[in-house]
């Protein structure tokens, strides 16, 4: 019993250690790394042409599309930003959620979640005659009693390609008329 | 009998307590300033060698999204940029946190853009130097150009 006893508080002291850990401090987070390098060449494409608002209005009804709203926009800086509430629950979660009941432990699980979008548009290459977009994506995740639980960026590859080939398809369907 | 007295006594004690309480507010922190002003401004603020507007206010709106920010508002006419970068997972143990900056763009003199930036995190401001430099540094990076201090 005495063991339980012990074993528990070093793992709670642990994980009070752990909890004190913030992900963003000023300190770190105003500086330039390679890795935020890395992550702007996988959220970035090119595109041939020199009309940089037909591309942001392009981006504006593809993010429309596919449930977005907007939320603020600057033509003359090309930005576009976006966001959507969607349902977040996860069945596992749940499934650790019951379990953990019964134990008396509980662990709210997700609930409701906050995506953003957020564009840039900017003329590259040589006399601007390519616009550069970049968009990053984030979510915020709350769970059931409706407290903060996660901010993450997305970083999957796969989401970055699937919006550049929708963006592309867009772009072509708009110079072609069809 | 007594006691009742005793009790009523007390009662009466509260009431001033309860009186000097409701005169207590915080709403003073709304023009609050801890560091004096001006050293705060000198520490926020660097002056560039252009006068293209838009071309620094899109450099600040790429320096941002470079450093992983979401931007919340942007104008043009005004000079103002504003972003907030969150992270964080429970969990995993990580506090959720927000650092939340405004930037705003304006003439100084004839040659010059000066750029001020002010940092919030976790319900406070930033008032040390070195975030502010750090940023200074990739915005000129992403400016071509060096960023002077001003007084």
């Keep these: 019993m005495n063991r339980h006893r012990r074993i528990c508080t070093i793992l709670l002291s642990g994980l009070l250690f752990l909890a004190g850990c913030a992900a963003v401090t000023p300190e770190a987070d105003l500086t330039l790394t390679p890795e935020m390098l890395a992550q702007r060449q996988l959220q970035t494409r090119r595109f041939e042409t020199t009309d940089e608002q037909k591309i942001l209005k392009t981006c504006a009804a593809l993010l429309q599309d596919t449930g977005f709203n907007i939320d603020e926009s600057e033509t003359k800086l090309g930005i576009l930003t976006a966001s959507k509430e969607r349902d977040a629950t996860d069945a596992a979660q749940w499934a650790v959620f019951i379990v953990g009941a019964f134990l008396g432990v509980t662990i709210p699980p997700d609930k409701d979640q906050i995506m953003k979008a957020f564009v840039t548009t900017r003329h590259v290459g040589e006399s601007g005659r390519q616009v550069a977009v970049r968009v990053v994506f984030e979510r915020v995740v709350f769970d059931t009693e409706h407290r903060l639980k996660k901010i993450e960026a997305l970083n999957d590859p796969k989401i970055y390609q699937s919006f550049f080939e929708k963006l592309s398809k867009a772009l072509f369907l708009e110079a072609h008329e069809l | ?151």
Excluded: W
């Excluded at chain 2, 709304?30 to 560039?48: E, G, K, N």
């Excluded at chain 2, 006068?51 to 450093?67: F, G, H, P, S, Y």
């Design chain 2, 1 to 151: 009998m007594n006691f009742d007295r005793l009790f009523y006594r007390k009662l009466l004690l509260l009431i001033p307590l309860l009186l000097l309480a409701a005169c207590m507010t915080t709403h003073d922190r709304l023009l609050d300033m801890d560091t004096s002003q001006v050293q705060l401004r000198s520490i926020q603020s660097r002056a560039f060698d252009t006068t293209d507007k838009e071309k620094t206010m899109r450099a600040i709106i790429a320096t941002l999204q470079d450093l992983g920010f979401m931007l919340d508002r942007a104008d043009y006419t005004l000079g103002v940029v504003a972003a907030s970068k969150g992270r964080g997972d429970s969990m995993q143990m990580q506090v959720p946190a927000t650092l939340r900056i405004t930037v705003t763009v304006r003439p100084r003199g004839e040659k010059q853009l000066m750029v001020r930036a002010n940092a919030e995190y976790q319900r406070g401001p930033v008032t040390d130097p070195k975030p502010y430099q750090n940023f200074f540094n990739s915005l000129g990076k992403a400016m071509f150009l060096e960023a002077h201090q001003v007084d």
